[in-house]
């Protein structure tokens, strides 16, 4: 199979500001008695006029209706009239028992596709070749077809 290439962009000031905010969520709601580890991953999404907004994962009994930190960072934009987003970013708290730091982990499909319906021009920070880039969600999403 062969490799696929990405189209990359180097993180600015803002991102590294944005990615902060998905940490200090991710800090504030991680609940490390609930679900061994509820709100494991905190979400901050960036809008044309550089708001931010975030959002926090929602782990349920009924995995189904789980949810992710992007959407939740997304609906509370959209709740605040914002339909203009530029830069997405995911951070995953370490677990008690893991001698880690916090860590930027990619959007899941679903949250790509999500993203893409409503900003096609978004961008989602994501671990690459040893740092951390930005791709665009389309460009994340190589086989989409509608």
Known sequence: ???????????????ERL??????VT?????AEKWGGAHIVGAALRTESGEVYTGVSMPANVGRVSM?????AL????????????TSVAVRHPLPDEDR??????ACGVCRELLADYGTDV???VPYDGELRKAGALALLPTRSW
């Not at 189209?7 to 600015?12: A, I, M, Q, S």
């Not at 992710?68 to 939740?72: G, H, I, K, L, N």
């Not at 609906?75 to 530029?86: M, V």
């Open 1 to 15: 199979m062969d490799d696929i290439s990405i189209e990359t962009h180097p993180l600015t000031d803002a991102d």
């Open 19 to 24: 990615i902060e905010r998905a940490k200090e």
């Open 27 to 31: 800090e504030t709601a991680f609940d």
């Open 68 to 72: 992710c930190a992007e959407p939740v």
């Open 75 to 86: 609906g509370s934009a959209i709740a605040d009239g914002k339909t203009e987003f530029i």
């Open 101 to 106: 730091d916090f860590e930027v982990v990619p």
């Open 123 to 125: 961008e989602i920070i």
